[in-house]
């Protein structure tokens, strides 16, 4: 079946998850207050482990995770509100992210009972923070070449080798990593697994690396014999290439691939208030008219989501033209405050848009290279 | 979309399949003319879907409507099928009735009017009225599908209270509902020809760059669609929906165009086969109600002057793909 426009089914959001919006704005308000727009546009690159703890304590982390697990036990239309209203606002949502996005779904699926009992409420109350061990310094697009390799050895596993580019490891209790249980990197997704490591145990290596704007988001990882206790594994041995694309929907379905730029855009949008020229008028008018179509496919998939269905195709495509707006929303804004040479913009705005040009550019290789992501496109089209 | 509007859709398609066939087409586009197809299509009463049932029509909502303009688009058909079907519409509770073999086009204010050419009917637009005229166009079909510059009014039938700025929505709604459908066509072509065509040993579609190229052209005309089938909801379009969807569709077209006829080559523009008598529709659309830069205007000032906090207030106020 070929993707077409009836892969994204409309859908209303109901009336339950929307009475969620009101009081995500007021808290959002509040908390906010004195952060400047310049650090807002970070989002969901944005680490405050103090404001995750302040949303865990609304019942606003792990949202959709069953009561019994300290979860709010609510669907992925709440989830959605949610994380929109943050986005929107510029929120920093990083340190709770993928805790909330990707580990917690991924344990309540895979888990075993042990494990959901200990990590879902850890989790759901902030108190533990996650990172997702993929990309090796030799296996970037090419995941399934991954060489760091998890050994059986008496009442556990040992673990060997190296990750990289692993978001805010540095600042992150657990990672879940992909590693190799079996066979060597030509054997590709077979014995491939996933585990738990807990990032202090003896062994575990975790060097910050600086980019070019001053920032430290990412890490390199080194593993050297660490020990892993025999519940570290999660889900099946050699299931995880499986357990790893089934979290790709999450990953590329959800608000947070339109939205990157949006504190930047609203900033500027303000400014055109009470100046502009046609030229402004036109530039926003065209990226809206971008965002619209995106904003209403990721809800149809938020709807596929709760039905069960795992729109891997569609989030693809999705996530590639988000990117491509993401990364338009700076370029098209500096172009438009550069043209205006008779006038000094506004600092706070000119801070916000040096912030997203210093990084629009990467904006399309997490979760995903542009290239990749066009290749899945193909497949869903039965080109390959 | 319920079984019953699935089977509605399937009905109109085949319906289609049959009287606008590319010869029909062809034939058309080298003198054109209403029938045969005309006729063919109006038989089939789906002229009086929007019409309410208080009058006689079947009562379907746009959005239940949308498939159909879809399909239109799809089969490059050249007579003003959806803009009589609204037309209709709007005329019945007003009590002005059209003749039964009225092809009516909307003509507000544009650079160019498509299906003005074989027209017996207008809806053109003054201060605060919208009236009925008889019509014959002037000879200027520029892209050779049926389609004028301009439009000599005759004797008025009637008038309702309107306004050029409702004229010209509806006519940008229509319009975009029908360039995607014909950019989805396209994208089938395309698709299917890359998978016969070979060169190198193998077929087009087994390069990667052909298949990247194809991957742009699916995003662009999905989401152009999603755009379309948010503004075609209800027959008061709103601006800022009807906005963002032209926008959308004439942007897309830039791409779907360029890169169809990239991957079929030189065959594609020539007369015997089909992809050019989409394109050339496609692009007469691009000029027609509104183009890019008319809409993103417009859309731009909306969220400017929109009481909204975030862009993500303002997407969820006045464009979601749920009812108006």
């Known amino acids: 079946m070929t993707i077409n426009v009836d892969s994204f089914p409309p859908v209303r959001i109901p009336e339950e998850a929307e009475a969620l919006r009101p009081q995500v704005k007021a808290f959002i308000a509040q908390q906010l207050m004195h952060m400047p727009p310049h650090r807002r546009a970070r989002t969901w690159a944005g680490f405050d482990a103090d404001f995750s703890r302040a949303l865990a304590a609304q019942g606003w982390v792990g949202l959709t995770m069953p009561k019994e697990y300290g979860g709010a036990g609510l669907d992925a239309f709440s989830r959605f509100v949610l994380v929109e209203e943050l986005l929107a606002a510029g929120a920093p949502v990083a340190a709770h992210w993928i805790g909330d996005r990707q580990s917690a779904p991924l344990l309540l699926h895979y888990g075993t009972e042990a494990q959901r009992e200990f990590f879902l409420p850890r989790i759901c109350r902030g108190e533990l923070f996650f990172c997702i061990g993929m990309s090796e310094p030799n296996s970037g697009s090419d995941l399934a070449s991954v060489r760091t390799r998890a050994e059986k050895v008496d009442g556990g596993w040992k673990v060997n080798g190296q990750k990289i580019w692993t978001t805010y490891a540095h600042k992150s209790h657990y990672m879940i990593a992909l590693v190799r249980t079996s066979g060597t990197s030509e054997d590709r997704q077979a014995g491939l697994s996933q585990f738990l490591i807990d990032l202090s145990l003896p062994g575990v290596t975790v060097n910050p690396i600086k980019l070019g704007t001053g920032d430290t988001d990412f890490n390199e990882v080194f593993f050297e014999d660490v020990i892993l206790p025999e519940d570290a594994l999660v889900g099946t041995e050699g299931n995880g290439w499986a357990q790893v694309n089934a979290e790709l929907a999450f990953e590329r379905s959800g608000p947070e691939r339109i939205y990157s730029s949006l504190v930047l855009l609203d900033l500027w949008s303000r400014s055109l208030k009470d100046d502009h020229d046609a030229g402004d008028l036109e530039r926003l008018g065209l990226l809206v008219s971008r965002l619209a179509p995106l904003r209403n496919m990721s809800i149809a998939m938020t709807g596929l989501l709760v039905q069960g269905k795992s729109p891997v195709t569609e989030a693809a495509l999705f996530k590639d033209m988000g990117t491509e707006v993401e990364q338009a929303i700076p370029a098209d804004i500096a172009d438009a405050l550069g043209a205006r040479l008779d006038r000094t913009p506004d600092p706070e705005l000119m801070r916000t848009l040096a912030y997203l040009m210093q990084l629009n550019h990467v904006f399309s290789l997490r979760g995903g290279t542009r290239e990749i992501l066009r290749g899945m496109i193909a497949r869903g089209l039965g080109l390959r | 979309m319920s079984d019953d509007d699935n ?23 080298d003198s054109p003319a209403l029938a045969p197809i005309w006729p063919e299509l109006a038989e089939t009463g789906f002229l009086d879907a929007l019409v309410g049932e208080e009058y006689g029509g079947a009562g379907l909502s746009l959005a239940q409507v949308f498939p159909l303009v879809l399909a239109l688009g799809e089969h490059a058909t050249p007579v003003p099928f959806a803009e009589t079907m609204l037309a209709r519409a709007w005329l019945a509770p007003h009590g002005i009735s059209l ?10 204010r544009s650079a160019i009017l498509p299906f003005a050419e074989v027209a017996t009917h207008a809806l053109v637009a003054d201060r605060d009225m919208i ?16 389609g004028a510059l301009t439009l000599n009014p005759g004797r008025e039938l009637g008038a309702f209270a ?40 193998r077929s087009l579609g087994k390069f990667q760059a052909i298949q990247q190229q194809l991957a742009v052209m699916a995003e662009q005309v999905i989401s152009a669609q999603v755009a379309a089938r948010t503004a075609l909801r209800s027959t008061h379009f709103e601006p800022i929906r009807v906005a963002a969807a032209k926008c959308r569709a004439n942007e897309a077209a830039r791409l779907v165009c360029n890169i169809a006829h990239a991957v079929h080559g030189a065959i594609g523009a020539t007369a015997e086969f089909d992809l050019q008598l989409f394109s050339r529709r496609v692009k007469q659309g691009q000029v027609a109600f509104g183009s890019e830069r008319y809409w993103a205007v417009e859309l731009g000032r909306a969220r400017v002057t929109a009481d909204c906090q975030t862009t993500a207030d303002f997407l969820r106020l006045h464009l979601m793909d749920e009812d108006v």
């Not at chain 2, 509605?8 to 586009?29: N, P, Q």
């Open chain 2, 99 to 108: 003749p039964d073999d009225a092809a009516v086009v909307l003509a507000p």
């Open chain 2, 162 to 201: 309107g306004t050029p700025g409702d004229l010209l929505l509806a006519a940008a709604a229509l319009t975009s509902g029908q360039m995607v459908g014909a950019m989805a066509r396209m994208l089938d072509m395309t698709l299917n020809y890359a998978g016969e065509r070979q060169q190198f040993g």
């Open chain 2, 7 to 29: 089977i509605l859709t399937e009905t109109f398609r085949r319906v289609l399949g049959d009287v606008v066939t590319s010869e029909r087409i062809r034939a058309f586009e």
């Open chain 2, 131 to 146: 009236r009925v005229v008889e019509v014959t166009s002037g000879s200027n079909d520029v892209f050779r599908a049926g």
